[in-house]
């Protein structure tokens, strides 16, 4: 079996993490997030921080298991060193069914959706947003197939862009905006509790981060340079996230966010820069989410790769085999590509029919809670190996995974009260136990 080039580096790495979290997550999300704490901008700014910590302190704690190993499979693999072939088969059949592919049919409509606000006046596009959604797809997947070389290109040069918008709107809303509305309504623990459920749209808006492990056996230097991506790019995402929803905030205000929802961000960035320039600035937010999207892809179709080395599917053999002239797995690919699909059809009819409308399935949120279940264990695996003394560090061994434990817990308090909770939770069991039946399929396939 061939093996795959090391081809990125640690600018690659730290945009991939930047790249993929930066995106649609605050854009879509922002409006969410002050609708769940009633308009509290204060307790807005809070959750924002509370779920930094999960990403800061998780990548952080993550990064002593990228020291160890850098397997293909990335989380597969620091789970497999965890506790287990078992264990890290259900989180790479979770990522591979629901995770990747679920995000990434998501964020391709957001994708679409901005694309439609920034040619809104071209008739040919009007009403196509779900067409305009499977063209991503399908050019995202091709470009991901055939070249990872400008899929790596596309990922640097997104991250750029999209961190210019999100300053732009920052700084200028703070400076010429009203700052004040940070302070207007203080936290409480009445406001703690009731806003507890924007956690999961937090959430949404930094996931991402743990998808650079998947690509750890293409990067260069991999023990060293994957776990300074993982260290520092959090921070900067934090950074970046407070500022523009302060900045937006005092622009025009959590009410108007609310009404306007997904436009906020362009009538925010035409009030400051006029029609013409916040159109250039809406542009950014497009390439900005296509990168996320890219990110996305770029991790969903190594996921079933990862699986079938390890001979953990069925047609491993073929799944693992790798294409001699654009190194990857086109089998990979195609099921990554087939789920993918099937999610944005799901999503198609949780918004346009009414029976999926009434059960309020929100496939962007759904597949989040359970990875942070599986995140949440690896952070006890560090603990365990601190404990065994086999990370000498206190910071590192025990205060960097007690603190992403936290993070996590809040993470997935916050999405089992929400009101899609009950729903996720039983359909991401069934995921679930469908892995178990494959994972029986595939141990009684062997003894024979």
Partial sequence: MKEEKRKYGLCMSIAMVIGIVI?????????????????????????????????????????????????????????????????????????????????????????????????????????????LTIFYIVTLFLINTFSTKIAGYLQTSAMVIKMLPLLLIGVLGILFGDPSVVTAEPITGATILAGSSAIVAVAFSYDGWSIAPTICHEIKNAKRNLPLALTIAPVVIMIIYLLYFIGITSLIGADEIVRLQDGAFQVASEKVFGASMGRVLLAGVVISVLGTCNGVILGNCRVPHALAIRGEIPYSEAISELSPRFDVSFLSHGISFILTLFWLGIHYLTQTNE?????????????????????????????????????????????????????????????MSSKTGKIDSIISLFILFSGWIVLKYMEKKKRT
């Fill in 355 to 415: 029976f999926f409308m009434k059960l309020h399935l929100d496939i962007s949120g759904m597949p989040i809670v359970i990875m942070y279940i599986f995140y949440f264990l690896l952070y006890i695996g560090v603990l365990k190996r601190a404990k065994m003394g086999l990370i000498k560090s206190k910071f590192y061994g025990y205060i960097c995974p007690i603190l992403a434990i936290l993070g996590s817990l809040i993470v997935v308090y916050g999405g």
């Fill in 23 to 131: 995106g649609s997550g605050i854009f879509f999300k922002a409006d969410d997030i002050l609708i769940m704490t009633d308009g509290n901008v204060a307790m807005g700014c809070f959750v924002l921080i509370v779920g930094a910590v999960g990403i800061i302190f998780g990548g952080i704690t993550i990064a002593e298991w990228a020291k160890l190993t850098d397997d293909a499979g990335g989380i597969i693999s620091y789970g497999e060193k965890a506790f287990g072939k078992k264990f890290a088969f259900f989180i790479g059949w979770f990522q591979m069914i629901v995770y990747y592919p679920a995000l990434a049919a998501v964020i391709c409509w957001v994708a679409a959706n901005y694309t439609m606000m920034l040619f809104s006046n071209v008739k040919f596009l009007q009403g196509k947003v779900w067409e």
